[in-house]
């Protein structure tokens, strides 16, 4: 079977086409088409909670361009799923006549939990996990944050949180490079959720960290010095904890000018590095201090979302 899978985030919109076969009853998805483009259709829902009109037009244009794509591959099913700009936008219904207008499906605004446990299981596919692991995946996204603690296949505790990438720099990054104060303001909100979530997710339980979505690929790029970004080079790459802490700490002080002329930074990801970055560093601190630094390395991977839901329409015709 062959599906298309669009998900359309608070920074970007990304389509997936894969083809789906069953070997030994385990589903193998191939690629056909996997593509990104950064429209940053949250900017201001955080402050304003509606969605800009120039951000449904920055929207238009690449559905435009995924349609032609989905009528040159021809899949059996396409499904459009919304997460977190969606879900706190008071006029989400206008983002759903775009999508209607240019892609002909009925845009699936998916729940925190359910997007949770989408990047989940699109993370492990593409990452080799020890059996008697728990696995915590990180899903840092723009507008969202999710966690979810699993082991062999099976969800064992998740939660969704509003923080994100797009959202934290708008709130708290005013300065070019950001000043200390910033970047600890930053640390302590993350903190604060960090707390909140304790009861739920227990981070002194995980024994491995996979994160998924840019800021953690943007970091593994980093770590590899990259000549340009190569999604195949970061997907199941891993890197040391302290080393990973250093580089968010490292990218966080950056201008936006020296992001700008880093080999693997995408354009779009340039002003909200920072708000990402500081959101990673607090986390990976957090991890390392309530796991007793049994959690050594980040690991990261491209399959995500997009994997995750695309595996469940194949488990619904099997």
Known sequence: MRAAVIDCGTNSVRLLIADMTVTDGEIELTDCVRTMEVVRLGQGVDSHGRVSPEALERLAKPLDGFAAIIE??????????????TRDAANAEEVH??????????????????????????AVSAVDVAPAENVLVL??????????????????????????????AERFIHSDPPLESEKE????????VLTELSDTIDLSTVDRLVGVAGTVTTVLAHALDL????PERITGASIP???????CGELASFSKKRLADLPYMHPG??????????????????????SNGRVKELAASEND????VALELMRRTL
């Open 72 to 85: 040159r591959y021809k899949p059996e099913q396409t499904t459009f799923v919304a997460t977190s700009a």
């Open 97 to 122: 006549d775009v999508v209607r207008r240019y892609l002909g499906v009925e845009p699936n605004v998916i729940t925190g939990d359910q997007e949770a446990l989408y990047s989940f299981t699109g």
């Open 139 to 168: 899903d840092l996204g723009g507008g969202s944050t999710e966690f979810v603690i699993g082991r062999e296949g099976e969800v064992l505790a998740e939660a969704s949180t509003q923080m994100g990438a797009v959202r934290y």
């Open 185 to 192: 303001a930053i640390a302590h909100a993350v903190g604060d």
């Open 227 to 230: 000549p340009a970004y190569v």
């Open 241 to 247: 904890v302290p080393l990973a802490i250093a580089i």
């Open 269 to 290: 990801r340039v002003d909200i590095m920072a708000g990402g970055a500081m959101i990673l560093k607090t986390i990976l601190e957090t991890v390392h201090e309530r």
């Open 305 to 308: 979302i997009l994997d995750g």
